[in-house]
């Protein structure tokens, strides 16, 4: 028994079937639609890897069911550059160089992402706070910091 | 080995009938949990041959098949004193690096890099590095102890001055020329003094013409550079680099910024099946029984592989695996053999005492310790259990076929990982091809290996291309630990406040022989398997200090709770951590600043210059006036050390605040000097140090392993607290560059210092010294109390 669920994915329409109501957003992007931009860390929405924008909010993949996006628009990690441009963000960690290992990279462009649309100019305080909730093992933290001021400021 | 195929043709039946999109059938016996015997019990749904694709063909990263022998060439040599063991160049005049270290995230890789483009004297970007390919890159060693530039960036370093120093041979008689009078650039080798530069591809014309330069490409393109390594071939002059010691930009940033970089989590092959390893409730508990007939329900649930206590489910998709591993029931026995949390440290002084050691040994500390007049101390610390905590749980992929392993991993050994998967599997290691894939933030031998060998077992199991990946829970309780330590201190001073005595002793996990940890899935299925080696966690316990009277000594134990190995700055960190906190002690004691003492008791002129940068970068000054009674008290602390006392010097000052009501401590900022030798990529030594500093806070505050008598009980992010971003501090770095003298690592020795500077700055504070990590509020509130 399976259920067609159809969405949008960076721009693209998808329709796909699940035959679990119950399985992560996560799964379907990463093993039904190749997208690798979100990544597993806990499963437990506790870390942030796996964050994608559902109708332009950060959301966390890994416990958000697939049934709920129907009709939905995401964007992963690969649909943020717009016309062929890096995002601001991703401009700005690659001039910060702030990636160590990268595998928490993705949660913090999309969640600062989501951030700075509604604060554009952020202080390095706000900042922290928009990312508490994000975990990167390798300490990169002072330079995802500047990257995403420095987004800020572009 | 044996396999038994399913247990019962129901069990067959009626997983191909779930296959099949079918209504499982129902059968009785299916509801008995399966008899757990001794024998192996594969409950297999399909004909493997109907899964398998035209062989594993990849879909993403290299072909299994890369490095055998391409025609009738034999396969490439991996000899760590060969040439073409390290590098190759083609017809293009690109050159292959071949490195057996890794880059676990560091950067190591862009280092690499450098140093390969540098004394080949090529372009940065005509140079790629293939890391840790068991058939193509020479075993160089565990990719840990901030070894990767220091000794194998050297291996490569030197294979590329030799090959160079070959090919301007190999140019002057082709040219008829002196050597002398040539030099490389760019790859062509080109006249030294004036003279064309030469296109590349360009080749010596007849006399009279003007002389034209000739490339690596028409020299060797193509062909194995095959020589061995001239341990005293020339090096280029430091001061002629225009590559090393450049912040050159991270080669892998850019992909990993957008999504397209393939980390080992998202590789796939061709009919690869997921599974999922179902583990003991308790740690030693005994498998008694199983019954996946819920399991049989799902779609895409194709079995169980069981051997001793090892137990994992097999389905067609990731969600379908994780929905099995769910739906298992399985029956374990009890076990409760962990010491009581509680009571750990007085637990560790029951262990019995292996054998003591003697580090380091100087005078003779305990008649000065006795010595009339002399003023003693003692202290003793601790420094628990710690998790490793890749943010990305392990994964490896498996393919065995025709008795023929691959394994795709995201391993820092990948050759020491062939010989253990070759073991536990009883194969031949020639048989086992591991290949490299970078995976998650890796701090020391967390779980990589143990997902490798999952997988492994279970694809030679079923003879299909297998992906194990762990969840969250299986990575905080299942990779190894960090063992919990314990040191204890003894110090004199002298009537003036000399250091005149220094005695310690460490208590921790004894070590086998071999540098290896026990594979996981070797242990629950009873295969052979290696002791666990916790790493060489005795290094750091002796001092860098000249004090007359010394002795360090390691009691090797008997036993530790969890299966011990090395993480990021292994024993290191613990040892100077009490090193450097006792010495802080006997400072206040002598009543001396805390960087004078130390320098009062320091010979070495590289140690001096830095203690004394840092004190400048810090604004260092003596602490004058009392301490603050207000809620929040703010303080500062410093440490030093030098790494293993044979390498990277580094120092570090803490400041930091401590809330007397809430006991929180705040560090806000790190200010640190580093002196690791020559830099190769200063950016990419900073963000390193960084990276130290910010992951050290938050072992030193926050982490630590919770266990009840069965097993460990923080499993998660919320019961295992690491660092965030507002508690992360400002850090300042002044880097020592010393262009003439070797590399040495920086990976870690940053790490070794942060501990303490910490409980440094917490007494410069409070008066308060916390000698037990991580500092708790709810430990700081108790020594509030206590004063």
């Avoid at chain 2, 392993?405 to 062939?418: F, N």
């Avoid at chain 2, 999952?454 to 063992?483: C, F, N, T, Y």
């Amino acid at each position: 028994m399976t259920t067609p669920i159809a969405f949008t994915v960076n721009g693209r329409a998808v329709d796909l079937a699940v035959d679990d109501d119950a399985m992560p957003l996560l799964y379907a992007l990463r093993n039904d639609l190749d997208l690798h931009g979100p990544r597993f860390g806990c499963g437990l929405g506790q870390c942030g890897a796996c964050t994608v924008h559902v109708d332009g909010k950060a959301v966390r993949s890994c416990i958000t069911p697939l049934t709920s996006v129907r009709g939905k628009s995401i964007t992963t990690l690969e649909g943020l550059a717009a016309d062929g441009s890096l995002h601001p963000l991703q401009k700005a960690f690659i001039e910060e160089q702030a990636v160590q290992c990268g595998y928490c990279i993705n949660g913090m462009i999309m969640q600062a992402a989501d951030f700075l649309r509604s604060n554009p100019h952020p202080d390095e305080d706000q900042i922290r706070e928009a990312l508490a909730n994000n975990i990167c093992r390798c300490g990169t933290h002072t330079r995802i910091i500047a990257a995403v001021k420095r987004a800020g400021q572009a | 080995m044996t396999v038994t195929k399913a247990t019962t043709p129901a069990t067959t039946a009626t997983s191909r009938a779930a296959l099949a999109g079918g209504s499982p059938k129902h059968d009785a016996r299916r509801r008995d949990f399966l008899s757990a015997g001794g024998a192996l019990v594969v409950t297999f749904a399909l004909d493997p041959t109907a899964l398998r694709a035209a062989g594993p063909a990849t879909t993403a990263g290299p072909a299994p098949a890369a490095g055998a022998a391409a025609g009738s060439q034999p396969p490439k040599t991996v000899a760590l004193d060969r040439v073409d063991g390290f590098i190759a160049i083609d017809e293009a005049g690109k050159v292959t690096v071949y490195s057996g270290k890794v880059d676990l995230g560091t950067g190591v890789r862009t280092a690499l890099t450098q140093i390969a483009a540098e004394e080949l004297c090529v372009p940065l970007a005509s140079v790629e590095v293939i890391q840790g390919d068991t058939l193509l890159t020479p075993d160089q060693g565990v990719t840990f102890g901030s070894l990767s530039i220091q000794v194998g960036g050297m291996q490569i370093r030197q294979a590329a001055a030799t090959a160079r120093e070959a090919l301007l041979g190999q140019a002057a008689a082709r040219l008829g020329v002196e050597r002398a009078t040539l030099k490389v650039a760019d790859g062509v080798v080109v006249p030294a003094a004036g003279g064309a530069g030469g296109g590349a591809g360009g080749a010596a014309t007849g006399a009279g013409t003007q002389l034209q330069g000739v490339s690596y490409a028409d020299l060797i393109g193509g062909k194995r550079l095959e020589l061995a390594v001239d341990a005293k071939a020339p090096l280029k002059p430091p001061a002629e680099y225009t590559i090393v010691g450049q912040s050159v930009a991270r080669l892998d940033i850019p992909d990993k910024v957008t999504g397209r970089f393939t980390y080992m989590h998202d590789f796939k092959l061709d009919g690869m099946l997921h599974a999922r390893v179902v583990r003991p409730p308790a740690m030693k508990a005994k498998l008694v029984s199983f019954n996946d007939w819920e399991c049989n329900k799902l779609p895409g649930y194709i079995g169980v592989v069981r051997k001793g206590d090892f137990l994992a489910v097999l389905a067609r998709s990731e969600w379908g695996a994780i929905r099995a591993a769910r739906a298992l029931e399985a029956k374990w026995t009890a076990w409760s053999g962990l010491p009581e949390q509680a009571k750990l440290w007085s637990w560790v002084r029951t262990v019995k005492v292996n054998k003591a050691e003697r580090f380091q040994d100087v005078g003779d500390p305990a008649q000065a310790l006795a010595a009339a007049g002399a003023r003693t101390f003692s202290a003793s610390y601790d420094f628990p259990v710690q998790t490793h905590g890749s943010l990305g749980p392990s994964c490896a992929v498996a393919a065995y076929e025709d008795g023929k392993l691959t394994c795709w991993t995201a391993s820092q050994a990948t050759h020491l990982l062939r010989k253990q998967l070759a073991n536990m599997l009883s194969m031949k290691v020639e048989d086992i091809h591991c290949i490299y894939l970078e995976g998650s933030g890796c701090y020391g031998r967390n779980g990589h290996e143990d997902a490798a060998a999952d997988a492994a077992l279970i694809s030679k199991e079923v003879g299909l291309p297998v992906r194990v990946q762990w969840m969250r829970d299986d990575e905080h309780g299942w990779d190894p630990k960090g063992p919990p330590t314990l040191l204890d201190h003894k110090g004199a001073l002298d009537d003036k406040g000399g250091l005149t005595a220094w005695q310690s002793e460490v208590f921790i996990p004894d070590r086998p022989k071999e540098i290896a940890v026990t594979l996981v899935a070797a242990d629950l299925a009873a295969l052979p398997k290696e002791e666990a080696h916790p790493g060489n966690i005795h290094a750091s316990l002796a001092i860098p200090y000249a004090v007359p009277n010394i002795r360090c000594s390691a009691n090797w134990l008997a036993e530790t709770p969890f299966r011990p190995s090395w993480i990021r700055t292994p024993g290191r960190m613990q040892n100077t951590f009490a090193n450097e906190s006792f010495l802080d002690e006997l400072a206040e004691a002598a009543g001396v600043d805390p960087i004078e003492f130390r320098l009062r008791n320091l010979n070495d002129p590289r140690g001096r210059e830095l203690l004394e940068r840092l004190a400048k970068l810090a604004n260092w000054a003596p602490r004058a006036g009392t301490r603050e009674s207000g809620d929040v008290m703010r303080g500062r602390g410093v440490s030093y050390t030098k790494y293993e006392l044979v390498r990277t010097y580094v120092g570090m000052v803490a400041d930091v605040e401590v809330n007397r009501s809430s006991g929180e401590v705040k560090v806000t900022r790190c200010y640190v000097a580093h002196d690791c030798g020559q830099i190769i990529n200063p950016d990419g030594l900073r963000n390193q140090i960084e990276g130290n500093v910010v992951q050290t806070v938050g072992r030193t505050l926050f982490e630590e392993i919770m266990f009840d008598r069965s097993t460990v009980t923080s499993r998660d992010w919320e019961s295992y607290r690491t660092i965030r971003f507002p508690e992360v501090p400002a850090i300042a770095i002044d880097l020592i560059d010393r262009p003439g003298e070797k590399p040495w690592g920086a990976g870690e020795p940053t790490a070794a210092v942060v501990p303490s500077a910490i409980a440094n700055a917490v007494f410069d504070a409070t008066g308060i010294r916390l000698r037990s990590v991580p500092f708790t509020p709810q430990k700081v509130l108790e020594a509030v109390k206590a004063i």
